[in-house]
């Protein structure tokens, strides 16, 4: 029997919460997912969405946001509802078909909640599917199960813009043969939007046989309300190997303790042409660079990576495994968007703020580096890095 759920906004909550580590680093900001919710819930919305698997016989398809966190520094509830809704709006007028189901491209703050708010706003016109692409957050489209499949398209894919009015909306339809032509083109177009814009793709109904079915990670939405349940009733923040035992328990994925109780010294951030952040996470086990004996460099393309030891001349952790943020400081995760790191590491001082930071490594669902292009995707975006080694698991 199909296990279904009734989400309200105590539940977005500990999806948040729980994405906010899995999404090793990306998926949007955890801070601006906690605005959000709190808007939506001083709205007045007090309903539920449901939650589910894929049933097989639902019209479907991927919903999120695309681009760069910190281009959407801020993000309000009136920035999801407008995208959201431009989004579907623009994807069936063009293709004909009305939606019954959404599902999220991936765990994070953001893109974990998206559908949900994209349901919560529909009055149960759309569910949510309980799961996702990737069982982390990803940079780029190729790098999802979804992506592997040989009968999900990709196409039709449509952009569109926060709009609030008519007269300033903006969307696109793109026809792409593959995820990487697809991440290409929109990358563009999420650039003249602001760079940062709704996205809808992947499309399942009856032209491909309701093709989502067997081409995603189950159970990922529970899996992040678990954690985050555990993390928000926790009366002090957890110990990071409690966290670890947690994860590990919950999605049945090896979770460890790279490092523990250590400090961010040092960030280095860009946005590229394509709509992603781009940066250096530095780790001190001390406060000040200068007294550490041991040091972490995690690089980035707004998720995590890869990660480096001083210690090692081999890297700690390379994707598709999670390299995923916690702090016993707050007793939450967060991501790499501004507002998130900007509780560990002042940037106007250049220092640390004094807040612990622990890096947790999640090993890859397996769906993910089985499926199709998945590890050479993953493999041209290290190398792109300057990465040249051996990947975790065989392409």
């Not at 009734?6 to 977005?12: A, C």
């Not at 940079?139 to 990709?154: D, K, N, R």
């Not at 909306?169 to 991440?183: G, H, K």
């Amino acid at each position: 029997m199909m296990a279904t759920y009734e989400y309200g906004i105590t539940d977005f909550q500990y999806i948040a919460a729980g994405a906010a580590i899995l999404a090793s680093g990306g998926g949007g900001s955890y801070n601006d997912a906690v605005q959000v919710i709190t808007e939506l819930a001083d709205s007045g919305w007090s309903n539920t969405v449901l939650v589910k698997d894929y049933d097989g016989v639902s019209n479907c398809s991927v919903l999120a946001l695309m681009g760069s966190p910190d281009a959407a520094d801020t993000l309000t509830l009136a920035d999801v509802v407008y995208s959201i809704t431009n989004t579907i709006t623009a994807y069936q007028a063009m293709t004909g078909f009305t939606l019954g189901c959404v599902i999220p491209v991936e765990i994070g703050p953001i893109n974990s909640i998206v559908p949900l708010i994209a349901a919560a706003i529909s009055n149960n016109a759309l569910w949510v599917v309980n799961g996702d692409g990737a069982g982390r957050a990803v940079p780029e489209l190729p790098q999802t199960t979804y992506s592997g499949s040989a009968t999900l398209a990709v196409s039709p894919c449509i952009l569109a813009n926060d709009a609030k009015i008519a007269a300033t909306l903006e969307s696109a339809l793109l026809n792409s043969t593959t995820a990487a032509q697809a991440e290409s083109l929109a990358g563009g177009i999420v650039s003249a939007f602001g760079n940062f814009s709704g996205i809808t793709l992947w499309p399942s109904n009856a032209t491909n046989n309701y093709a989502l079915t067997g081409n995603y990670i189950s159970g990922t939405l529970t899996q992040a309300w678990a954690l985050g349940e555990f993390l928000l009733n926790s009366p002090t923040p957890p110990a990071t190997n409690a966290v670890t035992t947690q994860i590990t328990q919950i999605t049945e994925r090896a979770a460890t303790a790279i490092a523990t109780n250590f400090y961010i010294t040092s960030i280095t951030q860009s946005t590229t042409t394509g709509s992603l952040d781009t940066g250096i996470i530095r780790l001190d086990n001390t406060p000040n660079p200068n007294n550490s004996t041991a040091t972490y460099t995690i690089y980035n393309l707004n998720e995590n990576l890869i990660m480096y030891s001083s210690l090692s001349n081999t890297p700690s952790i390379i994707a598709p495994d999670s390299i995923c943020y916690y702090s016993e400081s707050t007793g939450l995760g967060f991501s790499n968007a501004t507002d998130d790191l900007a509780i560990y590491f002042d940037t106007n001082t250049g220092q640390s703020t004094g807040k612990t930071v622990s890096i947790i490594k999640i090993d890859a669902a397996s769906q993910l580096y089985d499926a199709a292009g998945v590890i050479t995707s993953f493999a041209t975006l290290l190398h792109n890095l300057g990465y040249a080694g051996a990947m975790p698991y065989p392409a």
